[in-house]
């Protein structure tokens, strides 16, 4: 079978041609979508589904999606998730490279001719046999996490297309076609290319023309006219300089509407800000032009720069809900006052508002170096007029505001765009607190519990206060994969809001009947202790657990479970119709998204339907009427 031709790239980067940029748009009832393509690759990945907000459907062509801006975009396989991208990483003509070796090894060892080289096919009849094999051995969500379910699907669907079992390819011929692929997409990216740096430091401009083979590049300084060439070789994202013998590098990444250049020392340390590279020389400039008059450019954080300055701290939180339990601040924030050598940290998104104070150094190579765990180091990234992009112990998804306004506005329009499968969990139970004696004495005051699933200590604490007769009790919603039955979690009691004066923590399993029992915590300090008699989990209470609706599940789809007068068209402008032949059959209304169901106003006393989903809507997912407590599946959802 002839396959597509190869465009190679990688996972943690976007990257993207430059050639043929611009975004389209799409219209479904007046309403204007704004939309991007882009490339999924291990080489080209064809033939796995993709959702991207209202754009969805199979890679195609070159791996090749559609994408709404605004959107994450995640990829699947016969149910199997292979990864998510941000919104925020998505850009128009880019190419996201998988370097997941697990996922990988996964696509390279299904891939119809089982030759990763030209591409990686997942035909029709490959998805078949991988669903096949999924029923009758393995769990959709154990395949890329336990070798044998793996080497178990691999080898049906070997058997099925071959005649004969397939083995799983060996890791390191993996992780060696990644690394090609990787540098084929850089060096496609700037081979014959001409490019402006920026050097925000210095507010100059240098026009970088590349060689067609890109091995080599001519540097020149518009101020001054000085021009020089620099040989360089390309090894996955990055490029070294052959004159260069202290090993260091500089890594090249794909932003919306320029190219970046991170410069590292031999040890990946970062060696100054980086540089912004565009096509167009206006763009250049105009990005030069915007960067703060009034505000002091940087390159390393020093203590000088920080004393007596306000950051606002966002960034992407796998956990955060309202006092009410409601799902939202996924993007959370925090407002960071710096003294000297001290630093209070006031966070934003949690039900009690707290300031904590940490103390701060700045390291050598000019890092906010915070003692405390959940912070860490902060390393600056890149500085725009408006924020510091940095890196926090490695993930550079973190941004530190200026305003805090602005900050909020950002935080806001990220949540806008964060999709949840959730459902209820609440947590009760009583605090007994004794001397040393064994003799019970009154509550602290502000005391609180804190709950956390054991594998994931710091991004789903539930604080919750207790009462003053010991007893507390909260329910929230939480993301599908928290709080599972058989799975371990761990409290720890503390004295007060700021968690001071901790009790020692102790941890359980969320069991059959959901409850933890007789684990006494000490606090060895006061020699009191708090005996804990017991902590109720109630997992899906009320039958409340269901998929989270956005508006984007809906607006502009087509939902049939196989009876006409029950399949609907929803359009962009909240009204929706049924698909009867005969168009004056047809039941006509409004629609809305509350908490998360579907709501049907369909006659003009404001009669109403309740629909609860099980899951994101798909082929096969279970619709619920509430209202009438009846429930189908969905054969066709487009």
């Known amino acids: 079978m002839d396959k597509k031709s190869l465009v190679l790239s990688a996972v943690t980067v976007l990257l993207l041609t430059m050639s043929g940029c611009g975004s ?32 969805r459907g199979k890679t195609g062509i070159r791996g090749r999606f559609s994408f709404h801006r605004g959107y994450s975009c995640s990829f699947s396989l016969a149910g199997i998730p292979l990864r998510t991208v941000e919104a925020e990483d998505l850009v128009d003509e880019g190419t996201i490279v998988e370097t997941n070796t697990t996922v990988a090894q996964f696509l390279q060892s299904i891939d119809e001719d089982a030759n990763a080289t030209n591409g990686i096919d997942i035909t029709d009849k490959v998805v078949q046999v991988v669903e096949e094999a999924l029923s009758a051995n393995v769990k959709p969500e154990s395949v890329l996490t336990d070798s044998t379910s793996l080497q178990t699907v691999v080898s049906i669907v070997g058997q099925e297309i071959d005649g004969v079992p397939r083995d799983l390819k060996p890791i390191d011929q993996v992780e060696e076609h990644l690394e090609q692929t990787q540098t084929n997409v ?12 920026v050097h925000s430091e210095e507010k100059r401009l240098i026009k970088i023309v590349f060689n067609v083979d890109a091995t080599a590049f001519t540097e020149t300084d518009l101020a001054t006219g000085q021009s020089e060439v620099n040989s360089i070789r390309i090894e996955g994202d990055r490029w070294y300089g052959l004159d260069d013998t202290d090993g260091s590098f500089t890594i ?11 410069d590292r020392e031999v040890d990946g340390s970062k060696d100054g800000i ?11 400039q105009a990005y030069i032009d915007s960067i703060s008059t009034t505000s002091e450019d940087i390159t390393t954080f020093s203590i000088e720069w920080l004393n007596g300055r306000t950051l606002y701290f966002v960034q992407y939180d796998d956990f955060g809900y309202d006092d009410e339990g409601e799902p939202g601040m996924q993007w959370n924030m925090a407002r960071m006052d710096f003294t000297e050598n001290r630093m209070s940290w006031t966070e934003y998104d949690v039900p009690d508002t707290s300031t904590y104070t940490f103390d701060y150094s700045i390291t050598s190579d000019g890092k906010i170096n915070v003692n405390e765990e959940h912070i860490g180091q902060i390393e600056l990234e890149e500085q725009t007029d408006d924020y510091l992009k940095v890196c926090q112990d490695g993930d550079c998804n973190t941004y530190l505001f200026f305003d805090e306004s602005k900050a909020k506005t950002f935080r806001d329009s990220q949540n806008d765009n964060v999709l949840v499968n959730t459902k209820e969990v609440t947590f009760s139970g009583r605090i007994i607190f ?13 005391a609180q519990i804190s709950i956390r699933p054991a594998d994931d200590i710091w ?4 604080n919750i206060s207790i009462n003053q007769d010991g007893t507390f009790s909260k329910t929230v919603r939480v993301e599908e994969d928290l709080f599972q039955e058989d799975k371990e979690f761990t409290f720890v009691v503390y004295g007060d809001t700021n968690h001071n004066d901790n009790w020692d923590g102790d941890s359980g399993t ?9 684990d006494i915590c000490y606090l060895d300090t006061d020699k009191m202790f708090s005996e804990l008699s017991s902590i109720v989990v109630i997992i899906n209470s009320n039958n409340t657990s269901y998929y989270m609706l956005q508006e984007s599940d809906i607006a502009g789809h087509s939902i049939l479970i196989g009876d006409s007068s029950k399949d609907k068209e929803y359009f962009y402008d909240h009204t929706y119709t049924s698909l009867e032949s005969d168009e004056s059959q047809r039941d006509t209304g409004v629609w809305s998204i509350e908490n998360g169901k579907l709501k049907h106003i369909w006659d003009s006393s404001g009669n109403i339907e309740i629909y609860v989903f099980s899951q994101k809507p798909a082929n096969g997912v279970t619709i619920t009427n509430e209202t009438y407590g009846v429930s189908g599946k969905i054969i066709e959802y487009k």
């Open 24 to 55: 389209s748009s799409s219209s479904n009832n007046n309403e204007t979508v704004d939309t991007g393509v882009g490339y999924y690759v291990d080489s080209a990945v064809v033939g796995v589904d993709y959702i991207c907000g209202s754009q």
């Open 186 to 197: 850089t060096k496609t990216l700037l081979a014959g290319k001409t490019f402006y740096s």
């Open 252 to 262: 090249v990444s794909q932003a919306d509407g320029y190219i970046y250049f991170d």
């Open 274 to 284: 980086g540089h912004r590279l565009y096509t167009s020389k206006a763009d250049a």
């Open 434 to 446: 004794k001397d040393e004696n064994g003799n019970s004495v009154a509550k602290p005051d502000n």
């Open 459 to 462: 991004n789903a604490t539930i």
């Open 510 to 518: 969320v069991n059959s009947t959901g409850t933890l029992e007789n």
